[in-house]
């Protein structure tokens, strides 16, 4: 199994980003997959999950109604659309996969080596 983020970057506050996390070795349909974010000095951060069937959805505090997750199973790829940046929302953006567990504190198995965002003012 291999994740494979991409979409990364530099972006000014205020601007729009997507991430993508393409999936090797897994049937996307058949994941539960998430991302999270770790910013120098602090702890990993959940951001959002999605259900392998797609209906269940979830966000982090300080994310939501700012980003949405999606999966596009012909590609077997997970995005991360993110809007109105802050500079608080630069890190590392890893993407994880798990056959059976779901949520924001779950131990995913499949992680990826992350995607590195910056955000200026």
């Known amino acids: 199994v291999k994740l494979v983020e991409s979409g990364g970057g530099l972006v000014q506050a205020g601007g729009s980003l997507r991430l993508s996390c393409a999936a090797s070795g897994l049937t996307l349909s058949r994941y539960n997959m998430a991302w999270f974010r770790q910013a120098p000095g602090k702890e990993r951060e959940f951001v959002a999950a999605?259900?392998?069937?797609?209906?269940?959805?979830m966000y982090g505090d300080s994310v939501v109604g700012r980003l949405v997750i999606s999966t596009n199973n012909a590609e077997n790829t997970v995005y991360l659309q993110m809007n109105s940046r802050t500079t608080e929302d630069a890190a590392v953006y890893f993407c994880?996969?798990?056959?059976?567990?779901?949520?924001?504190?779950?131990?995913?198995?499949?992680w990826g080596q992350g995607t590195l965002v910056t955000v200026t003012d």
């Open positions: 994880a996969g798990d056959e059976w567990m779901f949520g924001k504190d779950s131990p995913y198995e499949h």
């Open positions: 999605v259900s392998r069937d797609s209906i269940g959805i």
